[in-house]
Nanobody, 127 residues
């Protein structure tokens, strides 16, 4: 069974950086996508970024382009989300999730296909 665990959240000031980690396990194929999603209080869940394991395809939400970077870690099945120039609007619980079909804008935008989810990690950005 696919399992994911997100970590690395915390409280920072606006303009600072954080790096989130997602440790994934249980895949039976080498081709899958890992996505980061976030949900702020009172708001809908938003897809932030995704990456494919096989060919390193990356997709980003417009709201984080140029500030966030998703990457595959050296350690197998680890994905990082480097978040720079954080803003108060980035405050949310961040979740990592797996899509066995890979990484696409459609799945990132809708969440469709992400059938496996880790627990969230809270990111708080103060002004």
């Amino acid at each position: 069974e696919v399992q994911l665990q997100a970590s690395g959240g915390g409280a920072v000031q606006a303009g600072e950086s954080l790096r989130l980690s997602c440790a994934a396990s249980g895949f039976t194929s080498a081709d899958y996508g890992i996505g980061w999603f976030r949900q702020a209080p009172g708001k809908e869940r938003e897809g932030v970024a995704c990456i494919s394991s096989a060919d390193n395809i990356k997709r980003y939400a417009e709201s984080v382009k140029g500030r966030f970077t998703i990457s595959n870690g050296v350690a197998k099945n680890t994905v990082y989300l480097q978040m720079n120039s954080l803003k108060p609007d980035d405050t949310a619980v961040y979740y990592c999730a797996a899509d066995l079909q890979g990484c696409s804008y459609f799945s990132l935008y809708t969440g469709n296909g992400y059938n496996y989810w880790g627990q969230g990690t809270l990111v708080t950005v103060s002004s």
